[in-house]
């Protein structure tokens, strides 16, 4: 196999590491996206490209897996901020298809003239990107705010304050990206960080669970929109893949701590 660009041997280097430090976490991944493959592919021939919105939001949530896919491996090799770059798509994509889902009018609107779209959102009070459409889909919405109060529901969790979590994951870090773009040297000036780097073993096991926790997302919302045509859902996989992102954000909360302290 030829490998493309100049950073082969650092990227072989970051890359060994990372299977070493994440293989657990990446096969829960492949498991969860062979999975989303799975209820992709259920959905096969049965929505028309005149089903609107339900072609877009397939097409959308569709996608989203070799987005996901590419979001991994820039970050087993050492690109952690074009991984996180990659996955703030894939949230754009989930988050628009829930919009689409509970305001299927404004779908068209968006297709034929965004400005439009957007004019629309402000007049409503909402900002007119992510959280503006979730902050409209907590407020107005009624097919997904729903999960809420379902008891037992394996989803429901993930929608818990949906709208500040996904706010702030998404919005645009400077300290964070300089921090990747630049090598501390210790002298006044700094040198730039060409090519892959290893970040630190927390931040690079955090990102790989930013992804864990996306592919969680947009499997919910593509069971949610299309539930009469899925009909093999694995619940068994969901529970352990929430438990295990539960478990691993109170450690990654903990450890910040003791480092802050």
Not at 127 to 154: M, P, Q, V, Y
Request: aromatic share 14%; hydrophobic share 40%.
């Amino acid at each position: 196999m030829n490998n493309i660009g100049i950073f082969s041997e650092q990227e072989i280097i970051i890359n060994n590491k990372f299977f070493v430090l994440c293989a657990k976490e990446y096969e829960l991944l492949v498991k969860l996206l062979q999975h989303k493959e799975s209820l992709v592919m259920q959905l096969s021939g049965k929505i028309k490209d005149t089903d609107k919105p339900d072609y877009s939001i397939e097409l959308m949530l569709a996608y989203n897996l070799p987005l996901l896919n590419g979001a991994v491996e820039n970050l087993a090799n050492g690109y952690l901020g074009v991984s996180q770059i990659i996955l703030r798509t894939v949230l754009e994509n989930t988050c628009l298809s829930m919009y689409f889902f509970e305001f299927p009018k404004d779908e068209k609107k968006y297709r034929k003239n965004r400005k439009s779209f957007n004019c629309k959102l402000n007049e409503l009070g909402y900002d007119t990107w992510i959280e503006g459409w979730l902050n409209r889909i907590d407020k107005e919405g009624e097919k997904f705010s729903k999960l809420k109060g379902e008891d037992n529901a394996w989803y429901r969790r993930i929608f818990t304050n949906i709208v500040s979590e996904a706010s702030s994951f998404v919005h645009v870090d400077i300290d964070f990206i300089y921090g990747l773009v630049y090598i501390d040297t210790g002298e006044e000036k700094s040198d730039y960080a060409l090519g892959p780097n290893w970040s630190d073993d927390l931040l690079v096991k955090n990102a790989l669970w930013k992804i864990i926790e996306t592919c969680l997302y947009s499997c919910a919302v593509l069971d949610r929109v299309f539930k009469k045509y899925i009909t093999v859902i694995d619940m068994a996989l969901y529970k352990d893949a929430i438990n295990q992102l539960n478990n691993w954000k109170k450690f990654y909360d903990k450890t910040n701590r003791k480092k802050n302290n």
